[in-house]
């Protein structure tokens, strides 16, 4: 038996990184997964994945920031598979890089977009169909860059930290209907988010996410993927509200990363992996 068996759960930027890793273990312990993304080619291929192995999956070109594609992801969920148990706001990418004075306003409105209004929008969508439904588990990805300062550039810590408390009063609101919802707090996790913007790849930032936290390595999207498992599962029926941190030891005392951000490297915006040339 698997530990999601006969549930439904759609995950967004789920073509990369912790996302596909997210969908691949949830369709393992037997759920049916939507995974809801721009990338394409990278969404089909995680399906594809799935399928292979005996799962049921599917996928969903999704703009996060687009409330019509998100009641529509939702929607379908319904429409292949005929419930709605699960849904991970997990879409995520760098966003405003810089100092507080170059940030442009318009760079900083497309992170919150991204980062936070997506968080928003799959929240506000999915609450009536778990509802419906008797209950549910809702996850988003935050970040350490939320609950710790020097974590993370202005604007992406900003958001996440807004992820966090969004995540404790919808918690409050929507307990009495059974859903819970909780959020997830990455440290330093090797994804194509970091690793193709850096000279050197994944072994550089290997290297590099190393040598922050404690525990000598860096996180993978597995890490992730075995704590959103826990909290879609029936094993935290007792857990709301709760910000996860899975980091290594970071913010129980590893280094700044002030200095170290594979991503923070220059002014401007960091966009989705999908996006670098030769990601």
Known sequence: MGRLDGKVAVITGAASGIGAATAVRFCQEGAAVVVADLNEAGGHAVVTQCVAEGAKACYQRTDVTQERDIKTLMERALDEYGRLDVVFNNAGLGGALGTIEDIAVEDWDRTQAVLLRGVFLGIKHAVPLLRRNGGGSIISTASVAGV??????????????????????VAIEVAKDHIRVNCICPGGINTPLISTRIPGGEGVAEQLLAAIQPIPRSGTPEDIA????????DEASFVTGAAMVVDGGFTAGGSTLQGQRPIEVATGFSGPSFEVEGA
Do not use: D, F, Q
């Open 148 to 169: 710790r300062g020097g974590a993370g550039p202005h604007a992406y810590s900003a958001a996440k930290a807004a992820v966090i408390n969004l995540t404790r009063t």
């Open 226 to 233: 075995a704590m959103a498992l826990y909290l879609a599962s």
